[in-house]
């Protein structure tokens, strides 16, 4: 026969009960029990008759009893004046059962606060923003994108920019105020949760942003998790019926087929591994181009900007490229087309082109054609054919792989590139001699670091030296400071034996950038600023991806620093119109020059005066460089 149970059981269990309802229940459940102290109270007073009545005055009508107890309830101190035994027994239940309810309110409150205050700090409340910008995921890139961003809302009376990652929203607003000086007029808010899960995407209020921008996390991973947290977006049952803006990115090639079909035509995908290949490749070859890529990429200074000039319509794209006043022309944008940099300069502008332009923001776009070309300055010196060349490829990383392919469209058939990296066995890359065309590959083991192994390379044939980082092995910091040890003894041994070659070194914080600089080396890829600076330019302008897809891209035009002597006689000044037209003669497009003189200054952006005004006198020397976009 089962056991009875007990009324203190049954009291036991609707208490639990209770308690796990939380704060609002147990608030109820005290109001409930206040008003049954105080009616029970009232009720005595007033049937008691005059056994209960206080002495000396009428007796209380119902209403004045429960106000009486009320009082007492709420201040213990009342009963202190009460006269009659009858009456102060009354009150003196009424006035216990208070001190009980009020002080059991009291720490029910209190813990319902602190437990608010909690849930608050865990960053879990929904946001209530509109036309803010999401940041999906946690990384380092955060922090640049935040910092970019700001810039760009500069002038938006209201902006905001929440960033969702899984780290405890009171560790990423400390690390965001650790790395980031200052977000302007930018609110920002950060909320705790999975990217990847649909309930804690509600969180973000994604479907009254106006961009979303999904980072790549710090795991093996990492394309897969990107692309699930597009899918979790995109086929969100509470998403809009409009496109999301989506920016992300995908670091292995082979997974873009797969992130294309999950994120249709809402997402803009960013091919991290491939750009940063193709940006360390070309800058290899160019001092002073990472600085151009930099310049373009950022939202300080100037920027690329679309702009529809009626005004133009019937004129050739080569006619038009000094008819803006401080804004270089890159190229033009058809309706239905991809952008196309430096298109050929007979190619007629309709009503309905939009040129791609340079300019410090969208309000500094402005026609003029003031500045005429003196065509009496221009030399059409035929450039020097390219010559075979001796590169070095110091460390290695998963990216080594598409630099060397990267590397061999641009070098002379005949080129050699020494590997040389601190790993036992290279038979895994052997496959890529047969990728090559124009360019031997010769793997070597050997201690980056070690000042004996780069002096064994014979660095005196070399013309370019880079330098990757062991990301694949070692911490951020830990790889910076071997890519650190390598390029001081490089920089120590050219100025000690007098070699020419030039450097790109790979560091992946930023931070660490201010430590190269002392050793003069020519350029500076830092991987994750980078590809941060463009998903933020991305978020605010989808059309920018096709514009940086052909820059970076070796089947288009590219940006080149060639020669001034090639277009203008050296030691003479000209206005840059003049450059503009020398260049527009040989099927060029020019955006600016480089001084040699201000290359080792960081302050003067190490001599590239990017979209300088078509009227701005300039005096080149035969070491300074004209910046162009060219097929080669």
């Given at each position: 026969?089962?056991?009875k149970i007990t009324f203190r059981e049954r009291f036991q269990y609707w208490q639990d009960n209770l308690f796990s309802r ?247 995908w960013v091919l991290v591994g491939d750009l940063i290949a193709r940006i360390i490749a070309q800058t290899s070859r160019q ?346």
């Open positions: 026969m089962p056991r939380g704060t609002a229940a147990l608030i109820g459940a005290l109001f409930a029990l206040s008003f049954l102290i105080i009616a029970v109270g009232a009720a005595a007073v007033v049937l008691g008759g005059d056994l209960t009545s206080p002495p000396g005055g009428e007796r209380l009508s119902l209403g004045e009893a429960m106000w009486e107890a009320l009082m007492r309830t709420l201040d213990a101190g009342t009963m202190g004046g009460d006269e009659g035994w009858g009456f102060r027994l009354v009150m003196l239940f009424v006035t216990i059962g208070g001190v009980f309810v009020i002080s059991s309110l009291i720490g029910v409150l209190s813990a319902g606060v602190e437990d608010r205050l909690a849930q608050l700090r865990k960053g879990r409340s929904r946001v209530l923003e509109s036309n803010h910008t999401v940041i999906l995921g946690w990384s380092e890139q955060v922090f640049t994108i935040l910092s970019e961003l700001a810039i760009a809302n500069q002038n938006q009376k209201r902006s905001c920019i929440v960033v969702m990652g899984s780290e405890d929203k009171v560790v990423m607003e400390e690390e965001i105020a650790a790395k980031v000086a200052d977000l302007g007029s930018t609110r920002l808010v950060c909320r705790s949760g999975s990217p990847m899960e649909m309930s804690d995407l509600r969180i973000a209020n994604l479907n009254q942003a106006k961009a979303i921008i999904v980072v790549s996390p710090n795991t093996s991973e990492a394309d897969a998790e990107v692309i699930k947290t597009v899918l979790a977006i995109t086929n969100h049952p509470d998403r809009r019926p409009e496109k999301y803006n989506i920016v992300a990115e995908i670091h292995d090639i082979k997974n873009m087929d797969a992130a294309r079909v999950v994120g249709k035509d809402e997402v803009e001092s002073g181009l990472s600085v151009v890529y930099t310049e373009l990429l950022d939202f300080g200074g100037d920027e690329i900007y679309f702009t529809r000039q009626p005004s133009l319509t019937g004129k050739t794209y080569g006619e038009v490229l000094n008819a803006f006043e401080k804004n270089a022309v890159l190229g033009l944008q058809r309706p239905g087309q991809l952008a196309r940099l430096n298109p050929p300069m007979e190619t007629v502008l309709t009503a309905e082109d939009e040129l791609i332009v340079i300019a410090e923001d969208d309000d500094k776009i402005a026609l003029d054609g003031r500045a005429q070309p003196d065509a009496s300055l221009i030399l059409q010196t035929p450039h020097s054919p390219q010559a075979p060349e001796h590169n070095l490829i110091l460390g290695w990383n998963w990216r080594g792989r598409s630099i060397l392919t990267e590397l061999d469209a641009y070098v002379a058939p005949g080129s050699v590139v020494h590997v040389v990296a601190d790993r036992e066995d290279f038979s895994d890359l052997e496959w890529l001699h047969e990728q090559m065309h124009n360019q031997k590959i010769i793997f070597r083991s050997g201690d980056t670091t070690d000042r004996r192994v780069l002096e064994s390379l014979g660095l005196d044939q070399v013309q370019h030296i880079i330098l990757l980082c062991y990301s694949d092995t070692l911490e951020p910091q830990q790889a910076d400071a071997r890519t650190l040890i390598s390029l001081l003894h490089l920089r120590d041994l050219a100025d000690r034996q007098g070699y020419t070659y030039s450097i790109v070194s790979e560091m992946l914080d930023i931070r660490n950038r201010n430590l190269a600089d002392v050793t003069r080396a020519d350029d500076f890829i830092v991987s994750d600023k980078l590809v941060s600076l463009m998903l933020a330019q991305v978020s605010e302008n989808a059309n920018l991806n096709a514009v940086f897809a052909d820059i970076f891209d070796p089947e288009g035009a590219e940006i080149y620093l060639k020669p001034a002597s090639d277009y203008v006689a050296a030691g003479q000044g000209v206005q840059f119109a003049t450059l503009v037209e020398s260049a527009r003669q040989r099927g060029e497009t020019a955006i600016g020059y480089r001084l040699a003189a201000q290359s080792k200054d960081a302050s003067q952006m190490y001599g590239v005066h990017l979209n300088p005004a078509k009227y701005e006198m300039v005096t080149l020397t035969a070491a300074d460089r004209l910046i162009v976009l060219a097929e080669s």
